[in-house]
């Protein structure tokens, strides 16, 4: 199993840059697939971005290619999303997630475990 906890979100002036982190704990977090997801108020959660156990592969949304970037560092058990040129319409919840069974997720149900949240807000 493992246990995750994000960070790093706040309030941010439109064209701003924040990097979230997502903390996990377990000794197996490198066998993870992890991703990233959002949900707007009031809306439906969304995909953001996924990277493989070994950080060959990455995938965004189309929202976010060329703004946002997932890394991952195993040895301290965390990943990243770095996000740039943030816009208003990227204020929600972001959510880490972490899959035991698929190489390179892209839905909701293809994760396993997930964080609590942490909220980015964008001023115009």
């Known amino acids: 199993q493992v246990q995750l906890v994000e960070s790093g979100g706040g309030l941010v002036q439109a064209m701003g840059s924040l990097r979230l982190s997502c903390a996990g704990s377990?000794?197996?977090?490198?066998?993870?697939?992890m991703g990233w997801f959002r949900q707007p108020p009031g809306k439906e959660y969304e995909f953001v971005a996924s990277?493989?156990?070994?950080?060959?592969?990455?995938n965004y949304a189309d929202s976010v290619k060329g703004r946002f970037t997932i890394s991952r560092d195993n040895a301290k058990n965390t990943i990243y999303l770095q996000m740039d040129s943030l816009k208003s319409e990227d204020t929600a919840m972001y959510f880490c997630?972490?899959?035991?069974?698929?190489?390179?997720?892209?839905?909701?149900?293809?994760?396993?475990?997930w964080g609590q949240g942490t909220q980015v807000s964008v001023s115009a």
């Open positions: 990277i493989t156990k070994d950080s060959t592969f990455r």
């Open positions: 377990g000794r197996t977090f490198g066998n993870f697939a």
């Open positions: 997630a972490a899959s035991s069974t698929a190489y390179m997720p892209t839905t909701r149900h293809a994760f396993n475990y």
